[in-house]
């Protein structure tokens, strides 16, 4: 794994587990939230992609890069469908599959510890991805795997950043450093990518100005509450999270970078 790949997600588990010493055992959605969601606005966001995949109780979703499993207890909470999260990390997976045991939702939410890049078996009605592929340059390889778990014409959503103008020489380091993003592709790059690999009907939904506004939210509110997070965190903690904040925001301020919102099916 790249050394900025684990800095990013090093300090997310202590400070979930901060947090979750002051709650009880058994934990409900809305305890957790925004704890374990690591994609931008939230419930929101999982609505809107559920609105664009056209699920239904019967649908076996894939959550690709699923973290610490929020996007998937949500999911099976709201459509009482069958959700499976995959994930790189061990540590978040296990700590994805405890917190789902604390919600009463392990029957429909299972998680699997692995690469997408080594592909699953074919068994998915609909993935969906929620800042993931940010992570992954290898996009040839990518896309044939998320091709690949689906059933015969079934729907995808992505969320994710996109270059919208050329980017600085210090963007590009701090997407490297700090958000672990080695390239980024343009809009139209990124769905040439997915139509390659056998996707169509695809829309893409240029968010980068709702995404901008949420990030500098997200930054104010930490700032504010800085002071009760160092207590309970200590400092070290707490600057790690300033500081990827703040980078993130600046990122999205300075206009070259943005986020989009894609969703389409597998072409027979
Ligand atoms: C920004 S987090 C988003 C997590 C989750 N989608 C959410 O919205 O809460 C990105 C996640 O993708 C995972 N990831 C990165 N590359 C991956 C890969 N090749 N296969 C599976 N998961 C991956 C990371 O470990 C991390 O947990």
Not at 47 to 56: C, F, M, Q, T, V
Not at 126 to 134: D, E, I, K, R
Not at 155 to 171: A, G, H, K, M, R
Not at 216 to 221: A, E, F, V
Request: charged share 15%; with cysteine; glycine share 8%.
């Amino acid at each position: 794994m790249q050394e900025s790949f684990v800095r990013m997600y090093q300090y997310r588990l202590p400070f979930l587990q901060g947090e979750l010493a002051h709650l009880p055992k058994p934990l409900t959605l809305a305890d957790l939230m925004p704890l374990d969601h690591y994609h931008y606005c939230g419930t929101a966001a999982i609505d809107y992609a559920i609105a664009r995949l056209g699920l239904s109780q019967q649908s076996h979703v894939l959550d690709i890069g699923s973290g610490v499993g929020g996007t998937a207890r949500y999911l099976a909470w709201k459509l009482g469908c069958a959700v499976t999260g995959l994930e790189l990390q061990s540590q978040l997976c296990q700590m994805a599959v405890e917190l789902t045991e604390r919600t009463g939702l392990s029957k429909q939410v299972k998680f699997i510890q692995g690469d997408i890049l080594q592909g699953l078996p074919r068994q998915f009605d609909a993935w969906l991805s929620l800042l993931v592929f940010l992570h992954i340059p290898d996009r040839q390889t990518l896309f044939s795997q998320c091709a690949a778990v689906l059933k015969p014409a079934g729907n995808f959503y992505i969320e994710d950043y996109v270059q919208i103008q050329p980017l600085t020489s210090e963007e590009i380091q701090t997407l490297e450093q700090v958000v672990a993003c080695p390239g980024l592709p343009t809009i139209t790059t990124y769905q040439q990518h997915l139509e390659q690999a056998g996707f169509g009907q695809i829309t893409c939904e240029n968010v980068t100005p709702l995404w901008r506004d949420w990030v500098q939210q997200r930054l104010i509110q930490f700032q504010r509450k800085q002071d009760y997070y160092r207590q309970k965190h200590g400092d070290e903690l707490v600057q790690s999270y300033l500081d990827f904040y703040q980078a993130v925001a600046d990122l999205f301020t300075g206009g070259n970078v943005g986020g989009v919102r894609i969703w389409g099916r597998l072409l027979p």
